[in-house]
């Protein structure tokens, strides 16, 4: 049969992946609700294969583009998993100290597609920083399945811990000027929003999709904020009307949107998920918040 395009597809199977994605439904469940949808020539293989991620098809940024430095490093976290191994990377031609960019995975561990956003964090001005939470335990396992069931065995609020030792750890690099934001996606989207809450010297936070804290943290919040959500992520989307109302009551800095017929994920340029102009445009949108709040 032709490729499968993303129309092809009914908006249920989306929601089906996402299900798999966050461990709701494990991979022999997803199989077989998947197979309601293989009609038409489509077969259960092939629906597979389209909606699981293509990392060598995905990637914007080489790990060897010249017009960066990037590195890997290991930090402390001691209130953590101990050590945290992270991609730091910045601007090859950099003359002063600039800005720096914590960057989040998902729950999946520090995979290809998110150094990849940590190199694009870089060329557009700034030292970035993608810890791989997933250290403690060797490190992201070279695919996501295994890297969501290793992910699982990990405490959230240690792993937090790691996130905010990466901010330290950013803080005190030569080359940070000391104004330091955030970014996450999914479950990073949460870390960026629990930072927020956590760290007072936060300089800006950007939460794609991510769960929101709870109204009684909001007034800890210093550092401006900027959300994303996806319309058709209604999974994520439940917690967004008390998060606002808490914002609003605590007179907190923030600008949120909310993109038009996107599904959870449509950042991520790697897999059927992705919406190129919503993801284009949130990018920007991105870098233009941290160049007015970091630099």
């Not at 022999?28 to 489509?42: D, H, N, P």
């Not at 720096?100 to 729950?107: A, C, M, Q, R, S």
């Not at 890297?147 to 937090?160: F, P």
Request: hydrophobic share 40%.
């Amino acid at each position: 049969m032709s490729q499968i395009k993303k129309d092809d597809l009914k908006q249920e199977v989306f929601d089906l992946y996402d299900d798999y994605a966050h461990n709701r439904i494990d991979r022999r469940e997803f199989t077989q609700k998947l197979s309601l949808y293989a009609v038409g020539g489509l077969t259960v293989a092939s629906l597979m294969s389209f909606l699981m991620p293509d990392y060598k098809g995905g990637v914007q940024i080489k790990a060897d583009d010249p017009r960066l430095k990037s590195d890997y490093v290991t930090y402390p976290s001691p209130k953590g998993g101990g050590s945290i191994k992270a991609l730091l990377s910045k601007p090859a031609d950099a003359q002063k100290p600039l800005g720096g960019i914590i960057v989040v995975h998902e729950n999946r561990g520090l995979n290809p597609h998110i150094e990849d956003v940590g190199r694009r964090a870089a060329l557009a001005g700034f030292v970035s920083i993608a810890p791989d939470a997933l250290t403690p335990l060797g490190g992201y396992p070279g695919n996501d399945d295994a890297g969501r069931e290793l992910q699982s065995k990990r405490n959230r609020d240690e792993m937090l811990q790691d996130f905010m030792a990466g901010f330290d750890y950013l803080k005190g690099n030569k080359d940070c000027n000391g104004k330091i934001g955030v970014v996450g996606f999914c479950f990073g989207g949460w870390i960026a929003n629990m930072m927020a809450v956590r760290i007072p010297e936060l300089s800006a936070s950007v939460p794609f999709y991510g769960g929101q804290p709870a109204a009684e943290d909001v007034p800890k919040i210093k550092a401006p904020l900027l959300l994303h959500y996806a319309a058709l992520d209604t999974r994520v989307n439940e917690g967004w009307p008390a998060f606002e109302a808490a914002l609003k009551a605590n007179n907190k800095d923030y600008t949120a949107y909310m993109y038009e017929n996107a599904n959870h994920g449509f950042h991520n340029d790697t897999t059927p998920r992705y919406d190129k102009a919503a993801a284009e445009l949130a990018w920007k949108r991105t870098v233009d918040f941290f160049k007015a709040r970091l630099t």
